[in-house]
């Protein structure tokens, strides 16, 4: 049943969140992107007459408690969000956070601690996980960030709540625009593929290869293609070990009659620097000494002429190092054709890490079709694996781990 259709008067909700935010030395959250986006899911519980506790996951602690990763500093910024006092437990599981939990009144919000001070969590322990389910008599999974890990939070509680557990309202949108993408696009349909390396996208590539009508490859992964196909590629980054496998996409592409468009031009550098000597050259033609660091002018003209004619674009991976001023132009430019395809109609997808802080810096998100939220596991999902945190809640008997896990 989809997450809108839900009614939870009277329920006690566990929900999972990505409350992964980034902290500075005071504690004050940077960026409250990722609580933002949950908040559609906690204000439909809360003012349906649920109530909702909450639990995520905060850096990388080692063992146990660590004062820069509790949780407990975002219970403020929380409050403010959603308008009403958060209650926060200094534990995520035992007999205070099912005090806690069963104490909430209607409408009340409780936050857990953060689940990874026990290394039960990542290890998917199934006695975590069942602990966690005594708080509550309803799940939802509301972190898509996160559903790519078999975790006891993500995935393994699943399995103690077989008739009451749902997506939330994120990691449904996540998923619907994700297949939107993958199962009947409207065609033409484009995906544009850039990044640094071959190696990290190839098997996006490769699931895509019977679903696309065009790709364009561009970023740091194109110098592997042009020298593949014997072009001088200077001191551009390369992947020698990746030469068979952009060769194979090339062979591929055409016994599928995908069209494969390559750079034809390119912005060299003499140095990765933002104040290096820059020239323009083909792409196959880079003298050695220097690196191509973006698309050249003649190459944004052939790859806004595809976007432009796409009925679905997917987007995955900056054209360029467009982190540096002087190499942004290629990422700028496509950045500002998906938006206008998307003005004329059509359907735009960014995910991935560096596209989405590229749409971000360019101030674009609003206008593109989706913004996706989950980095690795938005790639793995392209990549045609299945989720174990989707998988969960899917599937009536909840995830196996298997043995290795
Ligand atoms: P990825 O995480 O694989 O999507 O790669 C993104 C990174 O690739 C960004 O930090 C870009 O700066 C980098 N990148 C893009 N184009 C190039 C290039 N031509 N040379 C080196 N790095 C690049």
Same mark, same amino acid.
């Given at each position: 049943?989809?997450?809108?259709?839900?009614?939870?008067?009277?329920?006690?909700?566990?929900?999972?969140?990505?409350?992964?935010?980034?902290?500075?030395?005071?504690?004050?959250?940077?960026?409250?992107?990722?609580?933002?986006?949950?908040?559609?899911? $906690?204000?439909?519980?809360?003012?349906?007459?649920?109530?909702?506790?909450?639990?995520?996951?905060?850096?990388?602690?080692?063992?146990?408690?660590?004062?820069?990763?509790?949780?407990?500093? @975002?219970?403020?910024?929380?409050?403010?969000?959603?308008? %009403?006092?958060?209650?926060?437990?200094?534990?995520?599981?035992?007999?205070?956070?099912?005090?806690?939990?069963?104490? @909430?009144?209607?409408?009340?919000?409780?936050?857990?601690?953060?689940?990874?001070?026990?290394?039960?969590?990542?290890? &998917?322990?199934?006695?975590?996980?069942?602990?966690?389910?005594?708080?509550?008599?309803?799940?939802?999974?509301?972190?898509?960030? /996160?559903?790519?890990? #078999?975790?006891?939070?993500?995935?393994?509680?699943?399995?103690?709540?077989?008739?009451?557990?749902?997506?939330?309202?994120?990691?449904?949108?996540?998923? !619907?625009?994700?297949?939107?993408?993958?199962?009947?696009?409207?065609?033409?349909?484009? =995906?544009?593929?850039?990044?640094?390396?071959?190696?990290?996208?190839? !098997?996006?590539?490769?699931?895509?290869?019977?679903?696309?009508?065009?790709?364009?490859?561009?970023?740091?992964?194109?110098? +592997?293609?042009?020298?593949? %196909?014997?072009?001088?590629?200077?001191?551009? @980054?390369?992947?020698?070990?990746?030469?068979?496998?952009?060769?194979? $996409?090339?062979?591929?592409?055409?016994?599928?009659?995908?069209?494969?468009?390559?750079?034809?031009?390119?912005?060299? #550098?003499?140095?990765?620097?933002?104040?290096?000597?820059?020239?323009?050259?083909?792409?196959?033609?880079?003298?050695?000494?220097?690196?191509?660091?973006?698309? &050249?002018?003649? +190459?944004?003209?052939?790859?806004?002429?595809?976007?432009?004619?796409?009925?679905?674009?997917?987007?995955?991976?900056?054209?360029?190092?467009?982190?540096?001023?002087?190499?942004?132009?290629?990422?700028?430019?496509?950045?500002?054709?998906?938006?206008?395809?998307?003005?004329?109609?059509?359907?735009? @997808?960014?995910?991935?890490?560096? /596209?989405?802080? =590229?749409?971000?810096?360019?101030?674009?998100?609003?206008?593109?079709?989706?913004?996706?939220?989950? &980095?690795?596991?938005?790639?793995?999902?392209?990549?045609? %694996?299945?989720?174990?945190?989707?998988?969960?809640? %899917?599937?009536?008997?909840?995830?196996?781990?298997?043995?290795?896990?």
């Amino acid at each position: 049943m989809p997450f809108s259709d839900l009614n939870f008067a009277n329920k006690k909700v566990l929900v999972r969140v990505d409350f992964n935010v980034p902290l500075n030395a005071d504690f004050k959250i940077t960026d409250d992107t990722r609580m933002k986006a949950v908040l559609p899911t $906690i204000t439909k519980i809360i003012s349906e007459g649920g109530s909702v506790i909450l639990m995520s996951h905060l850096g990388r602690p080692k063992l146990g408690f660590e004062e820069r990763f509790s949780l407990k500093h @975002l219970v403020s910024h929380l409050s403010q969000l959603i308008q %009403q006092d958060v209650k926060f437990c200094e534990d995520s599981i035992g007999e205070k956070a099912q005090r806690m939990a069963a104490e @909430l009144a209607t409408g009340e919000v409780l936050l857990l601690e953060n689940l990874r001070f026990y290394k039960h969590e990542t290890a &998917g322990n199934l006695y975590f996980a069942e602990e966690l389910s005594k708080l509550a008599d309803f799940y939802v999974n509301d972190a898509f960030g /996160s559903a790519h890990r #078999a975790h006891a939070s993500t995935t393994m509680v699943a399995n103690f709540f077989p008739e009451n557990k749902s997506f939330g309202n994120l990691l449904e949108n996540e998923i !619907n625009n994700l297949e939107k993408v993958l199962t009947a696009p409207k065609k033409p349909f484009t =995906a544009i593929i850039g990044g640094a390396k071959v190696s990290g996208k190839i !098997n996006v590539i490769e699931n895509l290869m019977d679903k696309v009508t065009d790709i364009i490859i561009g970023g740091g992964m194109s110098y +592997t293609f042009i020298k593949a %196909q014997g072009g001088n590629i200077g001191s551009s @980054l390369v992947e020698d070990n990746q030469i068979d496998t952009a060769l194979e $996409i090339i062979r591929k592409a055409k016994k599928l009659g995908v069209n494969l468009h390559i750079p034809d031009d390119t912005v060299i #550098a003499d140095s990765f620097s933002n104040d290096a000597n820059q020239a323009e050259c083909d792409i196959a033609e880079i003298p050695e000494g220097w690196m191509g660091l973006d698309i &050249g002018t003649r +190459t944004i003209e052939k790859f806004k002429t595809v976007v432009k004619n796409s009925a679905t674009i997917l987007w995955n991976g900056p054209m360029g190092v467009f982190e540096m001023e002087s190499f942004e132009k290629g990422t700028k430019a496509i950045a500002y054709s998906v938006v206008e395809a998307t003005a004329n109609g059509s359907y735009s @997808l960014i995910g991935g890490g560096d /596209s989405v802080a =590229a749409i971000n810096k360019y101030e674009l998100g609003e206008k593109v079709s989706y913004v996706s939220t989950g &980095g690795g596991a938005m790639l793995e999902y392209l990549e045609g %694996q299945k989720l174990p945190g989707v998988v969960a809640i %899917q599937q009536k008997e909840g995830f196996k781990l298997n043995e290795e896990q």
